[in-house]
């Protein structure tokens, strides 16, 4: 079973500028994490708490076909 995460952008303050979506296709909020902590080489050190954070409060959609897990769009700023 596959789901679409639609992920709040994390970046915290001071950068408060920063926003957007992220869109990912994952079988658990675990997979989830992995794919975004790879969509970006510098989250892994900096911002491993925040993405599961944002993972975990991400609006989650059931897919009612198999698709393949990847961060399938992006929007931020």
Not at 33 to 56: E, G, I, P, Q
Request: aromatic share 14%; net charge negative.
């Amino acid at each position: 079973m596959k789901y679409l995460y639609v992920v709040d952008y994390w970046v915290p303050f001071p950068s408060s500028e920063y926003g957007g979506v992220l869109n990912v296709i994952a079988s658990s909020d675990a997979e989830c994490h992995d794919l975004l902590l790879n969509w970006r080489d510098d989250f892994v050190s900096k911002y491993d708490r925040d993405v599961m954070t944002a993972v975990n409060n991400a609006q989650i959609f059931q897919l009612a076909n198999d698709e393949t897990s990847a961060v399938i769009s992006s929007f931020t700023t």
